[in-house]
């Protein structure tokens, strides 16, 4: 098991082409860590910003009797991507792990199962 900052530390030096990586709490909007980001992306705000996102599937989830559960939820720009992984393990509702990824330089698929096998380890 590994805390918060050893989970994101692992994010950040085994995904390539990570930008930053931050654990959420989407029911309160708060960061409950980051690491990463630069002077022109501030990942907390980007978290904050991503509890909207994820709330909004989830209400609309609900709306339409879908009694599955979310993964992650993918956004992709024209030279990054988003992953946010809901955390699933007990004591963890309401979190999830957001990461930013350097499109040119990242595989998606393989920073899909490293941040599945980081979300296993880590212990909130």
Known sequence: M?????SLQQAMTSIEGALGVALV??????????LGGSKDFNLEV???????????????ME???????????LITLSGQYHLIRLLKARGSNG??????????RANL??????LKRIEADLEV
């Open 2 to 6: 590994a805390n918060t900052e050893a």
């Open 25 to 34: 709490d989407y029911t309160s909007g708060m960061a409950l860590g980051t």
């Open 46 to 60: 980007a978290a904050a910003g991503n509890t909207d996102v994820v709330r909004a599937k989830l209400r609309t």
């Open 63 to 73: 709306h339409l009797g879908i009694k599955d559960e979310i993964e992650d939820i």
């Open 95 to 104: 979190l999830f792990l957001y990461l930013v990824l350097d499109s040119g």
């Open 109 to 114: 698929a393989m920073a899909r199962h490293l």
